[in-house]
């Protein structure tokens, strides 16, 4: 296939050929046909790339780079981010079949993000202690933590990568960046900005590959001092076993079954478009989607009818088209995983209301929008991360039983709630067990808001002020300021 584009790995500085020859091709799940190849890191890579970041760290050119030079490199990143979103939107919906209007402005968006920790990258700051010995003078720096990980799946791409790389860099890391190789070629364009930006060599690598050749090598590596991975809870066990060869600090971000809860007050225009953004927005392939809609018993015929009328107006189809609200899945996989979990959820009672099928007449993998009303909540759409346009409701009777069955998972990411009632939606998204909570609105996000979950949604945080802090060490420096010679140790006084 000598016409398709292909794309290199880019470590320290220059774009190279794997070291094993392995070459990976990139099929564009719209059309079902190859449209990309890449080369896959293989055990050498990631030692070479690790070995450049900690030459990076030594490098007086980064190390002794000012904090608020760092942050001008970082506005610069954000800058051509900006000017290239539509290109690197581009490579991200033939790569993944994500939606162009959102994988464009989803791109051009994260360079607030860069812009937010190039502003925060000289409010690093230490602290003079108060401390309880005379002629001691202790004060506390921050220092870079060292050699990042950062992992990043193929359904968010750039901003995935936006909430670990901006505090990373901010910070003086140096970063490894593995992009799923289900999916690299944004990255991999990415690289180019990177590159362009002016980075010192070695600062960020770009490199993809299988798990055996390129994650595992990567996240057990010796030299790696911090592991940032979004992915599946299955995978980040492995990373955990992993991190216990390097006792690499490790934060995970692991999607979930985020519940909505609508109660009988609510505004039924605003539920219905939370609902559909929560499960249909990125044809259902977010670590938020809302996909347990939780309905007051009172509201629900009224819910599904509305429900209902607006999916004949949804319109799936091409990703490059503007006019396209669902577009195809990534991959076959998820589509299997949906149709059996569809088949186990009519054997347990429930009605399917529309969809339920993959798209007829199209080729690539497409898969039609899909109401799911619930008997109980054993139904099995209640419990399994389908990474698709499916939408599963269940009644309640009571507010006890909403936040009851909002909590009844093994997840904790996202959740929202749609009320009019204010002390109700203090009261009732107070305890709901989740690490975001939206009332009367869902999946918004910010620079300036902490992203993260709980349980098996992974911890630690990303994005916010917070986040920066979580790639730097606390250094201690005592001085001692008295004019008289240290005392003698074995003399207790």
């Known amino acids: ?107 051009k968006y994260v360079a607030a993000y860069y812009r937010y920790y190039a502003g925060l990258a000289d409010k690093i700051e230490g602290a003079v202690l108060p401390i309880d010995k005379p002629n001691m003078h202790v004060f506390t720096t921050r220092k870079p933590i060292g050699v990042v990980a950062a992992i990043v799946p193929w359904n968010a791409q750039m901003f995935l990568t936006a909430t670990k790389l901006g505090p990373a860099l901010a910070a003086g890391c140096a970063v490894i960046l593995k992009a799923s190789e289900l999916a690299p070629v944004p990255m991999l364009e990415f690289a180019r900005l990177v590159e362009q930006a002016g980075f010192p060599k070695g600062v960020v690598s770009v490199i993809t590959g299988d798990a055996a050749n390129c994650a595992i090598p990567l996240t057990r590596h010796p030299d790696i001092d911090r592991i940032a991975f979004t992915g599946g809870p299955d995978t980040a066990r492995h ?115 529309f969809g339920g099928i993959r798209t007829p007449d199209r080729a690539g993998t497409y898969f039609q929008p899909t109401l799911v009303e619930c008997a109980h909540p054993d139904t099995e759409t209640l419990k399994v ?34 009320t009019e009632n204010l002390a109700r939606a203090h009261r009732v998204s107070d305890r709901i067990r989740s690490g975001i909570c939206w009332v009367n609105t869902y999946r918004a996000v910010s620079p300036i808001a902490p992203f993260g979950g709980l349980n098996q949604s992974g911890y630690g945080r990303e994005a916010g002020t917070e986040a920066i802090l979580d790639y730097t060490r606390t250094k201690t420096t005592w001085i001692d300021t008295s004019p008289e010679p240290m005392a003698n140790p074995f003399v207790m006084r």
């Open 1 to 107: 296939m000598p016409n398709l584009p292909h794309y290199d790995l880019f470590i320290d500085g220059a774009w190279c050929a794997g070291a094993d020859g392995q070459i990976m091709h990139s099929t564009n799940p719209a059309t079902g046909e190859t449209w990309a190849s890449f080369d896959c890191a293989a055990p050498a890579d990631v030692d070479r790339a690790v070995a450049a970041a900690k030459r990076a760290l030594d490098d007086p050119q980064w190390r002794d780079m000012t904090q608020t030079a760092r942050g001008r490199l970082l506005y610069r990143l954000a800058d051509l981010i900006e000017e290239n979103a539509e290109q690197i939107g581009t490579a991200e919906t033939n790569d993944s079949g994500k939606l162009l209007a959102e994988t464009a402005s989803q791109t």
């Open 239 to 353: 990373v955990i076993r992993n991190s216990a060869e390097n006792f690499a600090v490790t934060s995970l971000e692991l999607g979930g079954k985020s519940p909505i809860i609508v109660f009988e007050d609510a505004s039924l225009e605003s539920a219905v478009n939370g609902l559909i953004a929560g499960n249909f927005g990125a044809s259902g392939q977010s670590c938020v989607a809302g996909s347990r809609g939780i309905v007051h018993r009172a509201i629900l015929p009224e819910l599904l009818a509305r429900i209902s009328e607006r999916a004949t107006s949804i319109i799936v189809g091409d990703p490059l088209n503007a006019d396209t609200h669902v577009g195809p899945l990534c991959t076959l996989a998820q589509i299997e995983t949906i149709e059996a979990t569809l088949e186990k959820a009519r054997s347990q009672g429930a009605t399917i209301h």
């Open 385 to 418: 991360e389908m990474f698709g346009p499916v939408m599963s409701l269940l009644p309640f009777d009571t507010e006890e039983e909403a936040i009851a069955l909002a909590n009844d998972s093994d997840f904790g990411l996202g959740s929202g709630v749609f």
